[in-house]
């Protein structure tokens, strides 16, 4: 049994299926999966980035079906628990239970901040199915930690074994993560989670902040392989924690290997903060919007960074991308 004092799920084959529009194929997850279960990686989560049934014209549609890609990913893992996040509204029961038959043993439930409510339904499912459950409050940054408290409570009572505090936009201060994970910490007897984006540099701190108040599980992405700036980069973070005496039970050395040789050939481009993945924090937008937007603008002729601030003004969330065009053609109207 190996000892953590910190659990880590690597999200890289699942946000970091935005980076790439998708395109996982079953050889790249096969190889990502083994390596990461040789590596000691306790949960790795595998899916289209907007969940199970994202595949569409609006979300984006998956180069490979993504019951491929999890069946893969478990073919492969010794040790390691594969793991899949649903959306309720894009996924459905159906896929959740296609899943967990394929052998995934991790059930991430997410809902917008505000939402947690539509969520029973399907984190009972997840219990009654035996899956580690966990409910995933996305764009946490949106409301007062009062509201947060009580979202993260509802979904406690309906049987989520970890409540997450989800920095989808990356837009969280340290200070802000530290009032969010403490109070959460105070209010529920369940283990309390954090999800990291980078858009403002502080994936890393923000991630040790939530350790030092109580969250015991965080998101890495191998390579910083994720939307927008990426996530709380895996093996940086496993490196850190070492060096902090805290444990994940992660092998440094096999993660640097296979950051190295195996992720970053997938990579488009390496992760960094460009101006696009920079306006997101700023403006306070779902990360996975990024590649949405630039597409948007470069159809309409405007820029993205107009286009994203507009959607951080409307308060758009995940869930409405139909809302990028409409903005990118209304900006488009009004610099005629």
């Known amino acids: ?52 049934g994202g595949s569409s014209l609006q979300y984006g549609l998956s180069k490979t079906n993504e019951m491929e890609l999890i069946s893969a990913a478990v073919s492969v893992c010794k040790q390691a628990k594969v793991g899949v996040l649903l959306l309720p509204g894009i996924g459905t029961v159906k896929e959740l239970k296609e899943a967990e038959n394929l052998g995934a043993r991790l059930a991430r439930i997410a809902t917008h901040v505000t939402e947690a409510d539509v969520s029973k339904q399907h984190i009972q499912l997840a219990r009654e199915l035996g899956m580690e459950t966990v409910g995933f409050l996305m764009m946490a940054h949106m409301v007062p930690t009062e509201k947060l408290v009580q979202q993260a409570k509802l979904m406690e009572s ?145 820029d993205s960074r107009d286009i994203l601030v507009e959607l951080g003004r409307r308060k758009v969330v995940g869930g409405q991308e139909d809302m990028i065009v409409d903005v990118a053609s209304e900006l488009a109207k009004k610099s005629i």
Not at 3 to 26: M, N
Not at 213 to 219: L, T
Not at 272 to 285: D, M, N, Q
């Open 1 to 52: 049994m190996v000892k953590r004092d910190v659990t880590v799920t690597e999200v890289a084959l699942r946000d970091g299926s935005h980076a790439i529009g998708h395109s996982f194929t079953v050889d790249q997850v096969l190889k990502v999966a083994k390596a990461l279960d040789e590596a000691n990686v306790p949960y790795i989560e595998v899916s289209h980035g907007d969940g199970l």
């Open 158 to 302: 309906y049987g989520a074994n970890t409540v997450y505090i989800v920095d989808s936009a990356g837009a969280l201060l340290p200070h802000e993560v530290k009032e969010r994970v403490h109070a959460l910490r105070n209010h529920l007897t369940i283990n309390i989670g954090f999800h990291a984006h980078n858009n403002l540099s502080l994936a890393m701190a923000n991630t040790l902040v939530a350790i030092q108040e109580g969250a015991s599980w965080v998101d890495g992405s191998v390579r910083c392989l994720g939307a927008g700036a990426g996530n709380t980069q895996t093996e940086v973070l496993v490196s850190v924690l070492e060096r902090m005496k805290i444990s994940t039970g992660i092998d440094l050395y096999k993660m640097m290997d296979l950051a190295e040789s195996i992720v970053a050939p997938i990579l488009e481009k390496p992760q960094e903060i460009t101006k696009g993945s920079l306006i997101l924090g700023y403006a306070g937008v779902y990360s996975s919007f990024l590649l949405h937007a630039e597409r948007a603008a470069k159809k309409f002729n405007v």
